[in-house]
Every structure is written in C-alpha cells, then in structure tokens.
C-alpha cells in the first residue's frame, strides 16, 4: 500500500510539473485505481511521450507512457494512473477528450528501473567513443571532473559546464535526467560522468551547455544516491 502510494505521488507530481510548465492544460480527476488493458489501434510519439489509443469492447481509451516502444495491433496492458479531461498536448498540437497519464507498460521496467538506468549507474564511453568537449568559459565555469574534484566548496552553488549528452532518460519522477561527459575525470572513479536533472529536452548527441545547482551526497531514496548531482538546469545548444 505504501509503494502505491509513492508511485501514485509521483505520476501526480509529473502531471503537476508539465502543468506548471505551460506543456497542456487541462484538470486533473481522481486516478484510475485499475490497470487498462486492450489492443493498441493507434500510437504516437512527442515530447518524451508515446500516446496510446487503446481499444477494448468497443470502447477506446488514450493513454500517455514515457517514450516506449508499441506496436499497433498488439495486445498491451498499462499501469494505473491519472485521469485527465480536456488535455491539451502542445507537441502534438491536439487536445484529449479524457487521456489516463501511466507510469508505463505492465510487464516492461517499472518506476525503480527507470530511474536506475536514468541516473544511479554511471554511464561509460564507448570504446569506439572519443569524448573531447571545451570548458565553458566564465568564473563559474568548470569541467566534470573539477565539479567533483571541487564538489565540496560547490554544495549548493551554481556551476556551468560543457559536455556532450551521452544519455537522456525524459520525465521520470517529473524531470528529465541526462548524463554528461566532457572527456574528463576518471572512468574507474566515476568521475568521467555527470548526472543532470532539467525540464528541457535534448537529444544524446548533442554537446551543450548546462546551468544549474550543484549537490553533494542526494539521495532520492530506493537506494538511488549521487555524491554529486546537477540540479534545477537549465541545457542549451
């Protein structure tokens, strides 16, 4: 009851951000206490989101998961989540009679599985990858391995830094979460690789800058702990 709970605090959080950041409009009902379940007669992707029209009995029902892989045609069944009326998708440009916000496809990694693969593990470079991005420049100007060689004096300070997005996991416990590499730091120490959290959305590949709030030694629960983490920031090109 209690891990329910959470999740449901989380997808309602979610929902809550998009809101707050001008993503739809729309009111939020009380949650679907029950799985759907049916056949996927239409799927498309935008914004960090696959959006499912799914048929059963007659009745269809749309579904918004973060970005997966569907299939139209086949047999498919979601988590609970929460039930939105008149929501106004901006990406698609297309507004929802009724759309349910699920945390993903039953069957598939969960809440916890995301959010490891997003941030708790370190990501390595590929040996075939050669990673050499320049410092940003400005006196709060540092490269990854200095954000954790310097960490301590930064707890709670802004920082800016340049790398290249190696991995971007979109809203997962309402926020986006990238992994950055600049070519520096150690692998074996984990100091090669930054985990960020932001609400803009960018795509692996691309070198960027980032701005935000560095933190030390964040624990988000679940056993998903970072000695140092970027937070609150803002990525661009």
């Known amino acids: 009851m209690k891990r329910f709970f959470v999740l449901f605090v989380l997808i309602l959080t979610s929902v809550l951000i998009l809101s707050t950041n001008g993503l739809y409009a729309g009111s939020a009902?009380?949650?679907?206490?029950?799985?759907?379940?049916?056949?996927?007669v239409e799927s498309m992707d935008s914004g960090g989101y696959t959006y499912v029209n799914v048929e059963k009995d007659g009745k269809n029902t749309w579904v918004a998961v973060p970005s997966s892989k569907v299939a139209v045609g086949q047999d498919i069944s979601f988590y609970p989540g929460i039930f939105m009326s008149n929501f106004k998708s901006k990406t698609l440009d297309r507004t929802f009679e009724t759309i349910i916000f699920s945390k993903g496809i039953m069957g598939e990694q969960g809440m916890g599985s995301a959010t490891e693969s997003?941030?708790?593990?370190?990501?390595?470079?590929?040996?075939?990858?050669?990673?050499?991005?320049?410092?940003?420049?400005?006196?709060?100007?540092?490269?990854?391995?200095?954000?954790?060689?310097?960490?301590?004096?930064?707890?709670?300070?802004?920082?800016?830094?340049?790398?290249?997005?190696?991995?971007?996991?979109p809203r997962i416990?309402?926020?986006?979460?990238?992994?950055?590499?600049?070519?520096?730091?150690?692998?074996?120490?984990?100091?090669?690789?930054?985990?960020?959290?932001?609400?803009?959305?960018?795509?692996?590949?691309?070198?960027?800058?980032?701005?935000?709030?560095?933190?030390?030694?964040?624990?988000?629960?679940?056993?998903?702990?970072?000695?140092?983490?970027?937070?609150?920031?803002?990525?661009?090109?």
């Open 29 to 40: 009902e009380s949650g679907d206490l029950k799985s759907i379940s049916g056949k996927a």
């Open 118 to 169: 997003a941030g708790r593990e370190k990501v390595k470079a590929s040996p075939n990858m050669t990673i050499k991005v320049d410092k940003a420049s400005g006196p709060d100007a540092y490269t990854v391995a200095e954000l954790y060689e310097k960490s301590a004096g930064l707890d709670g300070k802004t920082v800016v830094f340049r790398g290249k997005v190696v991995k971007f996991s």
């Open 173 to 237: 416990m309402g926020k986006n979460w990238v992994h950055i590499q600049d070519g520096s730091g150690e692998i074996s120490k984990g100091t090669n690789d930054i985990t960020v959290t932001s609400e803009d959305v960018i795509s692996q590949g691309d070198v960027v800058t980032v701005k935000g709030i560095l933190n030390t030694n964040e624990d988000f629960g679940s056993g998903y702990k970072f000695a140092v983490i970027v937070e609150e920031a803002s990525i661009k090109e």
